[in-house]
DNA sequence: GAGTGTATTACTTCGGCATT
DNA sequence: AATGCCGAAGTAATACACTC
């Protein structure tokens, strides 16, 4: 538990930061009021302010600066809002869940592989100072499960579909590729530094990814979803991709724009919802997703 | 007395080292 | 590995001194 005070204790500074910004003295008062016991305090120096103040910059993008008229500490530059919240509440529910054993069976979990979030810790903390890392990998493509040890340098942790990657670039090939968290096993972060890839911005790469899979020589493509009513609320609440736009809402159809790459994750979540979704744009996803029917058709028309 | 340059003050910031 | 303590360096605000 106390590994993990720091990942808190971050978040305490952020939320009392961005709701107003104070002095030192009473960001340290909000804290003491948050620490629980000897166990659990987040009361600390100046000097352990200072440096957490250079972490949250360089893990959550979050500028802090003090400014001297005001005697304050203030949030100049602020990241997405909702990617720092999404990161913490991660993090607190990870928490939350390795307290809550006593209440185990009042909290249904769904049963699923883990997630590999045990060495989240540890890879932050090689991301933030950019050590190098080996592992033992095993793919789920191959079908005799093969594992291979691996050596890179880890660049960003991405999540993805409820599932957590950590993109880094392989020592073997020079290449950069996701990790799925959960597949990898016997973490050994080493000393050694490496030199973080000039220009390089995971968001950047990302921006018009669906999931994991990355697609950097094509350009995105524009596509258009016709939903149905009833499924479009669900695509309302909860949209699939930061492109979403919305074209039509009424009680026929939910119709959206996406601009991303149909990579074969997104094929996966549009045949996921069956004939709530039609493909309206481009011409060769619907095609794509004509030729996964009739394949499945296949496998019962014996 | 306004304007300008300089010294002082009161801080933060940051590296190094010790402690846990 | 994380944190705290110390001291050096840096800096913005203020006070002071001087000139015109």
């Not at 001297?68 to 939350?96: G, P, S, W």
């Not at 979030?117 to 095993?138: D, P, R, Y």
């Not at 939903?227 to 699939?240: A, F, M, N, R, V």
Request: net charge neutral; proline share 4%; aromatic share 10%.
């Amino acid at each position: 538990m106390s590994k993990k005070q720091f990942i808190k204790r971050h978040h305490l500074i952020i939320n009392k930061l961005r709701s107003n910004p104070c002095s030192f003295k009473e960001l340290q008062k909000h804290l003491a009021n948050h620490s629980i016991d000897a166990d659990e305090n987040y009361v600390i120096s100046k000097r352990t302010f200072e440096r957490d103040v250079n972490e949250i910059r360089d893990i959550y993008k979050i500028d802090i600066e003090y400014v001297r008229t005001i005697n304050c500490y203030v949030i100049v530059h602020d990241a997405d809002e909702v990617k720092t919240d999404r990161l913490m509440e991660t993090f607190q529910i990870f928490n939350a869940l390795s307290i809550s054993e006593s209440l185990s069976n009042q909290i249904i979990l769904e049963n699923r592989q883990p997630l590999g979030t045990e060495n989240m810790h540890g890879l932050m903390h090689a991301i933030k100072n950019h050590f190098e890392v080996h592992f033992t990998h095993e793919k789920y493509w191959d079908e005799d499960h093969e594992k291979t040890k691996r050596t890179v340098q880890p660049l960003a942790l991405k999540e993805a579909r409820n599932r957590w990657y950590l993109i880094a670039k392989d020592t073997k090939d020079n290449r950069i590729k996701p990790f799925g968290l959960d597949r990898i096993t016997d973490l050994d972060i080493t000393r050694k530094k490496f030199i973080y890839p000039t220009g390089y911005n995971p968001e950047e790469v990302y921006r018009h990814s669906f999931g994991i899979i990355t697609e950097d020589n094509n350009p995105p493509q524009k596509i258009i979803l016709s939903y149905s009513y009833d499924q479009g609320k669900y695509i309302k609440s909860l949209p699939l991709h930061h492109s979403q736009r919305e074209l039509v809402d009424d009680e026929k159809e939910y119709r959206i724009e996406l601009l991303l790459h149909p990579t074969y994750d997104f094929l996966m979540e549009l045949l996921s919802v069956g004939k709530e979704v039609k493909v309206i744009e481009p011409l060769s996803l619907q095609k794509k997703i004509v030729e996964m029917l009739v394949a499945t058709l296949k496998q019962y028309s014996n």
